[in-house]
């Protein structure tokens, strides 16, 4: 080594040694901290939808920050910029499209990683926290989905949003308060649209990092469930290393994710339908596909039955951890849980899929 | 899957993912093919002509960027583009265009608003040529000959035509005579055979429905001392709404139907023209029009086709689409009302002096009291502005709920110049005829006979100190109650 690369060496040293006294973290410690080996089941793709979602949030972020260089929020001026997006702004278009596909995306995997772990029990002891801040996760996004869709104030964005809010209008009790609270008064006016512009661009996703943050947090503190394959219990590593083959699994899914958005956005780029008109309701007011099941149950039932239902229905799905406790004390062997989520999960579909087609 | 593979694997998709964001810039500049605006598409032989004229004339391209049309891919061949058989036809840098372009032209993509354009009086406001206004521009108060431009009246050039059409000549170097064009009147003959200008309402090259919605693109041309329907809506409840809510309008939406996209005030269109729930938009703008207001007597709008032997949409059909206009903002007991106040001024108006007045004037001329030209003598002239200027504005007003046109521009001024004047000069006229003797005075004794029987009619009496008793005893209640009230 000569005596050049020495002193180069030492020069980064000192810097190395210079952070360090300022900030005192050991890069050792952190490796083991942050690269814990992982269990063999997460070879497998399915149970790597929990990270997904994470990835398809960083795109939202991303995209959603691009989008706010020329979105107004005002009702004399949010279609147009809407409009301006698509059809003038370079590669606005696109950017437009992969946030529209994105988030579609992130409700799907935000549902399969749920689905995943109900089938595989991966909320019981001691993880039942963790699966209610999932379930949090899911209305957010949700709710991110709602507030964005609103955003765009064209026919059936503008309707949507009038549904919507008079959902929540016909909850009991705090119901009109709330419904008055998002809308910013009895109607939809430019107040509500700066209220869901607010909710999607600060709270939601500030919400949603937080509690993103949280649930890793949580997964890390418990660890990921321990479950064994058959053919993984002849293995003589029970585990594989974080990194790089698990992250290799996670850019691998990001960079198909990324790839299967800009398919999308070229084949289905997000279009603009005409201009929200308040005194002009459309023949067919529909909400996001998310809602579908929702909106046909609500208009199955009355609107006091239907809401009370999916009010007692969150409660079930948040509370489930311990629902499932009281079933499996009673009925060990009957494995409720696979049947209750099997009919829960048919149940939704079917009345999305209801919606969609009348 | 081991690392190497998920490697490999990750440099595979990295590979599409790339293709497709190459298809997506492939995408983005195709859609900006000229430049600031994108979506715009233009065919190859259009690109040459913006490439140049947004040098020459840049305006004409920017404000052909902002239409309709340029988002949809009509460009400028696509209008202006000519086959050699057409009469106005000529080689513009390499390619074979026409300056005008006509109804038929439009009619390729708007067959539907040409037909019924086609069918409307709209089309036919060239027949003015030839008639009594025309003489006015022509004769009375142009030149044919040494001050003519090209042979044709400068007063008919920048005036009449403007609004009613020219009949379009092309000269032999295949350009239009500057006598004929520009001109962009909503009657315009154009060179091939087709009648009318979209631009005259669509304005080139922006082609924008706000501005063919505004009452000022009617306002071009029905206005001034003989038709103010402009400023008649300006005076009127609809007008002081529209100027009060513009911003409410949603002059641009499509469609455009009262109640629906917009319900703050109508416009000339939303009455004339444009749809509602229940209308189709027509571009025929007599199909909700239920009287001609124009002629010197009023008449039904079906009364002249009905004479020809044409069939034709009855009136009573027409006032019923209007009334389904007006029920977007009024009741029916409300509609049913304006018509019938309407109705009584424009029969009061043919009664007491559109019917008289002519009659007497056909007398004269036929027996010779007037002289065979026309506007030589003062009682034309008077007889022209009772029916042509105030008689309108007075039916007109009444037809737009405008009082002061009705009433003071209106019926007074009708009936000072019917009584301070057109009477004094018939009995001026025929006394003169009568002193000269001959058969001319047989005719002038025939007339004052009908004049002083006109006179006699109830509505007229008070002119002759011969007011009926019950109508003196109402007059004086009248005065005795304003009295009382106004402690005067």
């Known amino acids: 080594m000569s005596m050049k690369s020495m002193s180069k060496k030492s020069k980064l040293e000192k810097l190395l040694a210079w952070a360090k006294v300022r900030i005192p973290v050991d ?38 920050i691009f989008l706010l260089f020329y979105y107004v929020p005002t009702p004399e001026q949010a279609y147009q910029s809407v409009s301006k997006i698509s059809d003038e702004v370079a590669f606005g278009w696109y950017v437009r499209s992969i946030h529209k596909w994105a988030s579609e995306l992130m409700i799907v995997t935000v549902m399969l990683h749920m689905s995943r772990v109900y089938f595989t029990g991966a909320y019981r002891k001691p993880r039942e926290l963790n699966w209610m801040v999932g379930v949090v996760i899911l209305f957010v996004t949700l709710g991110l989905g709602f507030t964005g869709y609103s955003l765009i104030y064209d026919q059936l964005s503008y309707w949507a949003a009038v549904v919507g809010t008079e959902i929540a209008a016909s909850v009991p009790i705090v119901g009109s308060l709330a419904a008055d609270f998002l809308r910013g008064g009895p109607e939809i006016t430019g107040q509500t649209l700066t209220r869901m512009y607010l909710f999607h661009v600060v709270i939601l996703p500030a919400l949603l990092a937080g509690l993103v943050a949280l649930h890793i947090i949580i997964v890390r503190l418990n660890g990921v469930t321990e479950f064994e394959f058959d053919e993984e219990k002849k293995l003589e590593h029970k585990t594989f290393p974080l990194f790089p083959n698990h992250f290799l699994t996670e850019a691998i899914l990001a960079i198909l994710i990324l790839y299967l958005l800009t398919l999308a956005a070229i084949i289905f780029p997000a279009g603009l339908g005409e201009v929200a008109n308040p005194l002009m309701t459309p023949e067919h007011i529909k909400p996001e596909w998310y809602f579908f099941a929702s909106f046909r149950w609500l208009k199955l039932t009355n609107v006091y039955v239907g809401v009370v239902g999916q009010i007692i229905f969150v409660g079930v799905l948040i509370l489930w951890p311990f629902i499932d406790k009281i079933f499996e004390n009673k009925f060990p062997k009957a494995e409720l849980s696979v049947w209750i989520g099997f009919i829960g999960f048919t149940f939704y579909l079917t009345l999305t899929l209801w919606e969609a087609l009348v | 899957m081991s690392l190497n593979t998920k490697k490999i694997v990750i440099a595979v998709i990295g590979l599409f993912f790339l293709g497709a964001l190459l298809i997506v810039g492939g995408i983005e500049s195709n859609k900006r093919v000229l430049g600031k605006k994108a979506y715009i598409k233009v065919s190859s032989s259009s690109q040459n002509c913006v490439d140049c004229h947004t040098v020459t004339s840049p305006s004409l391209i920017k404000q052909w960027r902002d239409s309709q049309h340029a988002l949809k891919g009509v460009g400028c061949i696509e209008c202006h583009g000519a086959k050699s058989t057409d009469a106005d036809a000529w080689s513009h840098e390499g390619a074979l265009v026409a300056v005008i372009v006509s109804p038929k032209d439009c009619s390729k993509c708007h067959a539907n608003e040409n037909e019924q354009f086609q069918a409307s009086h709209h089309a036919d406001a060239a027949k003015i040529i030839g008639s009594l206004d025309n003489v006015l521009a022509e004769v009375i108060e142009g030149d044919m000959g040494a001050l003519a431009l090209n042979g044709q009246s400068p007063v008919a050039v920048n005036g009449c035509w403007q609004c009613h059409g020219s009949v379009v000549k092309i000269m032999e170097n295949g350009r239009p005579d500057p006598a004929t064009w520009p001109n962009t009147g909503i009657g315009r003959i154009n060179p091939d055979g087709s009648k009318g200008s979209c631009s005259a309402c669509h304005s080139r090259h922006r082609f924008s429905v706000v501005v063919s919605r505004q009452p000022d693109s009617c306002g071009k041309c ?32 499509q469609p455009w139907r009262a109640g629906i996209e917009y319900s703050a005030a109508p416009t000339c269109a939303t009455c004339h023209m444009s749809a509602t729930d229940e209308l189709p938009v027509t571009h025929d703008v ?9 002629p010197p007597i009023s008449e039904k709008i079906d009364a002249k086709a009905i004479q020809a032997g044409e069939h034709v949409v009855p009136w009573q059909d027409r006032r019923e689409d209007m009334k389904i206009v007006c029920s977007k903002c009024h009741a029916k007991n409300y509609v049913e009302g304006f018509y019938m106040q309407f109705d009584s001024a424009i029969n009061l108006y043919n009664e007491k002096y559109g019917k008289p007045t002519t009659s007497i004037m056909k007398m004269m001329k036929a027996g010779k009291v007037l002289t065979a030209t026309n506007f030589d003598e003062e009682l034309e002239w008077t007889y022209f502005y009772l029916w042509h200027h105030e008689g309108r504005r007075a039916r007109h007003g009444a037809s737009m709920m405008a009082p002061d046109y009705t009433q003071w521009h209106g019926f007074f001024e009708v009936a000072e110049r019917f009584y301070m004047h057109f009477v004094p000069q018939v009995r001026i006229a025929c006394e003169d005829k009568i002193r000269r003797g001959g058969e001319v005075a047989n005719a002038a004794k025939q007339v004052l006979a009908e004049l002083d029987s006109i006179l006699g009619r ?31």
């Open chain 2, 458 to 488: 109830d509505e007229h009496k008070w002119f002759l100190g011969k007011m009926t008793d019950d109508e003196k005893d109402r007059r004086k209640i009248a005065a005795e109650e304003f009295k009382k009230r106004y402690a005067q």
């Open chain 2, 222 to 253: 029905h206005m001034g001392p003989d038709h103010p329907q402009k400023e008649i809506y300006e005076e009127s409840k609809h007008g002081i709404a529209f100027k009060a809510f513009k911003q409410d309008m949603n002059l641009s939406a």
């Open chain 1, 27 to 64: 890069v050792q410690e952190m490796k083991t901290l942050t690269n814990e080996p992982v269990p063999n089941h997460l070879k497998h793709w399915w149970f790597a939808l929990g990270g997904t979602p994470a990835i398809l949030f960083a795109i939202q972020i991303v995209t959603g």
């Open chain 2, 286 to 294: 007599g199909m909700r029009i239920s009287w001609n207001l124009r």
